[in-house]
């Protein structure tokens, strides 16, 4: 099976150890390689992956929406997002798909199980491409509030907007955010803020946090931000972005491959490679 990453840049990315991991944990032949493609080369690319004959791919930054003109298909969460990070090579043609906030649910559920119900509320730091996935991950769920706080009020309404009656949401800047920080039971920071080489910054200050509320971060470089060991000061049970990200990997294996990997199984492993990177 040839599968393969486009992005810019792709270097430093985990995606090819991860995917050969669970090639050999499925008993299964394949390949997943690199392409680091510039946004301008991206139109005269996409005939050469069609003569690589990959059988799927994954796409990151910048060409998650690039991507949507040249498929044939996609799934609910790709079409709700108008964003594509999995695609599938099948006898309609190319379906693309988007893992990225079915993967970040999914892992919290691995770790918490019995956090994620229809009683939840969620609150998300920030309101850019990972914010939209996982707002829409937890409205599937069906949680009882997805609140968004962003420092630009109207980017966080704009997500607002894609939701359901069914699931109440509002929302807030990051100031007013502050004094009901214990009114949640999962708060997410989605945002960059808090990434090395920047590892002092935090989105927002957490004293008003109660214990036991689910913090998490999708930042895993450093794996523990700033932000997470401040949580776990006030007590608060944490999740880690490293999750999230195996997480999604697995699902586009599954999507590919059709089998059933475990991201538990290399999770040790995973956390003692990316410390030594
Ligand atoms: P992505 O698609 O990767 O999520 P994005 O669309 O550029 O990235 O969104 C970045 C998010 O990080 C936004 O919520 C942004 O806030 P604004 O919408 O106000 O720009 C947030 N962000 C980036 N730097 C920030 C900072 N220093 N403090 C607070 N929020 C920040």
């Known amino acids: 099976m040839k599968l393969g990453l486009i992005g810019h840049p792709v270097g430093h990315s985990m995606s090819p150890w991860i995917h050969g991991k669970l090639f050999e944990q499925q008993g299964l032949n394949g390949t997943y390689q690199l392409y680091d493609v510039k946004p301008e080369e991206f139109e005269a690319f996409i005939p050469k992956l069609k003569e690589e004959g990959l059988d799927g791919f994954n796409l990151t930054v910048p060409h998650k929406e690039r991507i949507l003109p040249f498929l044939d298909g996609l799934d609910e969460s790709a079409e709700a997002l108008g964003a594509v990070n999995t695609v599938k090579r099948t006898d309609k043609g190319w379906i693309g798909y988007n893992t990225d906030g079915t993967g970040f649910v999914h892992s919290m559920k691995n770790r918490y199980p019995k956090k994620i ?91 008003n946090l109660t214990k036991d509320t689910i913090v998490s971060d999708i930042v895993y470089r450093p794996m523990e931000t700033l932000f997470l060991k401040k949580a776990k000061r006030q007590g608060a049970n944490v999740h880690y972005g490293h999750e999230m990200l195996l997480q999604q990997a697995v699902y586009a294996f599954q999507i590919w491959t059709g089998t059933n990997p475990s991201a538990l199984e290399i999770l040790d492993e995973f956390e003692a490679k990316l410390k030594g990177v």
């Open 117 to 207: 119900n229809t009683a939840t509320r969620v609150l998300l730091l920030g309101a850019g491409g990972a914010a939209r996935g996982i707002f829409h991950a937890f409205l599937t769920e069906g949680v009882a509030t997805i609140d968004v706080s962003n420092r630009t009020v109207s980017r966080a309404q704009a997500i607002v907007e894609t939701g359901n009656p069914k699931v109440q949401s509002k929302a807030l800047s990051l100031d007013d955010v502050q004094s009901s920080l214990g009114e949640y039971d999962v708060i997410v920071q989605t945002t960059t803020v808090g990434m090395s080489p920047e590892d002092e910054e935090v989105i927002i200050p957490l004293e």
